[in-house]
């Protein structure tokens, strides 16, 4: 039943997220915050694992015109997929510098035939491992960036890890509307 629950409400989210009337609360913020506080949620994950994020944030603030929840909620899905799919004992890297996020771990790697499709609904990475997800959140992720003005990028290779991005312009950084 839970199972089911989270797949009907992550299909709402992303029905309410493609809708273009939908609100979304936009307010100036450092985008340092609502990256740390995923950082933070994502780092009680890794303990388990043993999995240490890294972050290294720009050295002056970046003003962003932005849904703090939403862009948490965002960064958070690729931090969680980061270190679901890494193995114990490796790191996690998190960077931020003005008009770009990215998110690089030390996984098994997308085969290249599976990366156009990385961001559709229901998609989710094949491999031997049985993983929980309903393969909505990066399809969710990729809405919430768009609604921001930002792109949403993966460079992978099997057995090399991935490297997610998050890029905009740097007239966003002003307050410019998305």
Do not use: C
């Amino acid at each position: 039943t839970r199972t089911l629950q989270r797949l009907v409400n992550d299909l709402m989210e992303l029905a309410r997220l493609q809708n273009a009337d939908f609100p979304m609360q936009k307010s100036m913020l450092s985008l340092a915050e609502p990256l740390t506080d995923a950082v933070r949620s994502a780092s009680q994950m890794a303990q388990g694992k043993n999995i240490r994020i890294r972050t290294t944030l720009a050295s002056e603030p970046i003003p962003f015109l932005g849904d703090y929840g939403r862009l948490r909620q965002m960064f958070l899905t690729v931090l969680d997929n980061a270190v679901k799919y890494s193995p114990e004992d490796t790191v996690v890297t998190v960077m931020l510098a003005p008009g770009e996020v990215s998110v690089r771990d030390q996984g098994p790697g997308i085969p290249p035939e599976e990366l156009p499709m990385l961001f559709d609904r229901f998609r989710r990475a094949r491999d031997a491992q049985p993983r929980e997800g309903s393969g909505l959140g990066l399809a969710i992720a990729r809405q919430i960036a768009q609604r921001h003005g930002m792109s949403i990028s993966v460079e992978s290779e099997p057995g090399q890890g991935s490297l997610f991005r998050f890029t905009w312009p740097i007239s966003l950084q002003d307050g410019a509307p998305a």
